[in-house]
């Protein structure tokens, strides 16, 4: 069965640190890979996806389907992406997101 | 523009009683529709979605039922509340490449 693992349950760092949000996926098939972000008191909303290959404030994911993951990483946290992270899969022909149990960063100044 | 809009915001209920949150979509016309819940360590959990009126798809076997009575309009009921059913429950509108979360519904059963 399709399945996101996020290994992370907190992660935190000061200001200024490299971030890397941890995602692997099981799927046999060629997926379509996403990142939504939830910041405090605001709706979960989509951060980035895989096949649009952008960056967004200052946040890269690459697919790498040898090791089945889609790690978030940026080169240095601000306060302000403290925030609750999760990553979700898509696959053909169906009609759903599955997303993992999501990872917590916290930014600490 | 397109809006979700869920209510109540915040509800305490009692074991045993019954539950129905609502949630309903402006500006787009037949959107796929989902219902999920977000619980402490646990992540963001598919409960059911819908891609028409009266299709409704369950993705976890419990006592909460959904049910699409309008094309822009997705409810949540139970018959009957566990404490287990606490928790804060999100409608989403949108495809499975991009989806738009409501505000969201924090349920606490007592």
């Known amino acids: 069965a399709q399945r996101v693992t996020q290994p992370e349950k907190l992660l935190s760092v000061f200001k200024g640190a490299p971030v890397e949000l941890k995602c692997n996926y099981s799927?046999?098939?060629?997926?379509?890979l996403f990142w939504y972000v939830q910041y405090s008191r605001q709706r979960l909303q989509l951060l980035l996806r895989?096949?649009s290959r952008e960056s967004i404030k200052g946040f890269t994911a690459d697919l790498n389907k040898g090791e089945t993951s889609f790690h978030l990483k940026k080169p240095f946290a601000q306060e302000e992406d403290s925030a609750m992270y999760y990553c979700?899969?898509?696959?053909?022909?169906?009609?759903?997101?599955?997303f993992g149990t999501g990872t917590r960063l916290q930014v600490f100044p | 523009s397109q809006t979700i809009h869920q209510w109540p915001a915040t509800l305490v209920q009692p074991v045993g009683s019954p539950l129905s949150l609502e949630c309903t979509v402006e500006?787009?016309?037949?959107?796929?529709l989902y219902w999920y819940r977000q619980a402490a360590g646990r992540g963001l959990q598919l409960l059911f979605y819908?891609?028409?009126?009266?299709?409704i798809s369950s993705e976890v076997p419990q006592n909460l039922s959904a049910s699409r009575p309008q094309d822009r309009q997705f409810i949540l009921s139970s018959k009957k509340l566990l404490l287990s059913d606490s928790g804060f429950y999100l409608c989403?509108?949108?495809?499975?490449?991009?989806?738009?979360f409501g505000p969201g519904t924090r349920l606490t059963v007592t």
């Open positions: 989403a509108w949108g495809t499975p490449y991009e989806q738009y």
């Open positions: 799927y046999s098939g060629s997926p379509e």
């Open positions: 895989h096949i």
């Open positions: 979700a899969l898509s696959f053909y022909n169906t009609d759903k997101l599955i």
């Open positions: 500006g787009t016309s037949n959107p796929n």
């Open positions: 819908s891609v028409g009126i009266g299709q």
